[in-house]
């Protein structure tokens, strides 16, 4: 909790299925007035309503026949939040609250973004000054500011949207900036799970998650909050996940902490990498077997950095320093099966991992570095997918070459900002 200030003062998101209908709306203002009057200062960011961002996509599509402008598009999907934050504003002012909604049309909108329309990037280093200088003067004030999500406005003032998990990262944003106590993400469900409710029968509700590790679910497709909205997640403001069932702000849900992964390129650990790769159309399909040899290098305390299997081969990458008599020990086991086999030994690799980024920022940094690797002759070993990113196995013969390289390529992301600043 930051105690920057005396006063509570929390961000909080209603989700479009929070805000479905007029009754809902209604409790969600009711919800924040009760706040209100407790002396909380609240800030509130809303969704479009319901489905009227899927309806709207659907109009338009069929009007220009697939054949929209992203410009165009993003000033009509940008309808949808804009109708909700007026009518929200509205429902405060009917209970006794002072209230004023935000609009990309006024000069003092404060998500400001680049002009990749349908996907934008908010811009931090002008998002909180704008943020600083126009609504905490209202929340001050005593006055609910309501912020349209999912929308930003270029420099040159076009609007634009955010892409997967926009209001989230509004509300992010608005959280680091505001220096508020937390950030409430309203929603359908009531909280994070350890799965998908819709997919698997009686999953249990988590009280708690790391930022990490659910940009990892996000990353492997678990829809609960987008990782690119997780990547404005303020590190010293915790997010509380919530159903709008509850019709109160203070209902407890899952609480996320922490910061999201740094983006690194970076060597696994000075220790050389030994890769054992066993040709068997059998064993590759043997999941006894594959266990076993997972067990045997876990007895040993041998560090397991990967295994990949293949139509007729298992491929097993662990550190060199301590396997000692390892490969004799597996070519044992594999004799037990008494299936025709072979056993190849490739040693001295380097492993190099990228991760903290998003799937495809990952590609797009491992397309580069694999370019660079075979542009100066560097042989390529395996790569293996991790939960936020890859590890790349190569020959260790140029071990300098591979160290200035990833100095090189960790200056890139800092320019490129794959990883932008997260906190105002």
Known sequence: MCACHAVRRVVVKFGGKSLADAL???????????????????AVVVSAIGDTTDQLMQVVEKACRGNVNP???????????????????????SLGVKSRYFDPSNDDWPIITDDNFTDADPIIRECCPKIEKCILPLLNQSIVPVI???????????????????????AFILGSALKADEVILVTDVEGIFTADPKQVRMPRKLQFIETKRLAALSDQGAKFIHQKA????????????????????????????????????????????????????????????????????A???????????????????????????????????????????????????????????????????????????????????????????????????????????????????????AHPPISC
């Open 24 to 42: 809902r709306i209604r409790r969600a203002a009711e919800a924040v007035v009760r706040e209100v009057k407790k002396g909380v200062q609240v």
């Open 71 to 93: 410009k165009d598009l993003d000033d009509i999907l940008s309808m949808g939040e804009r109708l909700s934050a007026r009518i929200f504003s509205a429902a405060l002012k």
């Open 148 to 170: 349209p999500g999912f929308i930003g406005k270029t420099a040159d003032g076009h609007v634009t949207t955010l892409g997967r998990g926009g209001s989230d990262t509004t």
């Open 230 to 297: 997780l990547k404005y997640k303020d590190p010293k403001i915790n997010v509380r996940v919530i159903s709008y069932l509850h019709d109160r702000l203070d209902a407890e849900g899952t609480v996320i902490a922490g910061d999201f992964p740094k983006t690194s390129i970076k060597l696994v650990n000075p220790d050389k990498i030994m890769k054992l790769t066993i040709i068997s159309e059998s064993l590759a399909k043997n999941n006894v077997f594959l266990n076993e040899i997972c067990e045997l290098t």
């Open 299 to 417: 007895d040993r305390g041998i560090k397991l950095h990967g295994v990949s299997t293949g139509d007729n081969s298992i491929t097993i990458y662990i550190s060199q320093n301590n396997a000692g008599n390892i490969p004799n020990l597996i070519h044992k086991k594999i004799a037990c099966y008494k299936d025709d086999f072979a056993l190849a030994i490739k040693k001295n690799l380097l492993a190099i991992k990228i991760e903290g980024i998003r799937l495809n920022e990952t590609i797009r940094m491992l397309n580069k570095l694999l370019d660079l690797v075979k542009a100066n002759e560097v042989e390529i070993e395996g790569i293996l997918p991790t939960s936020l990113g890859a590890i790349l196995f190569i020959d260790s013969k140029s071990e300098e070459f591979v160290r200035n390289l990833l100095e090189r390529l960790m200056g890139e992301i800092n320019i490129e900002g």
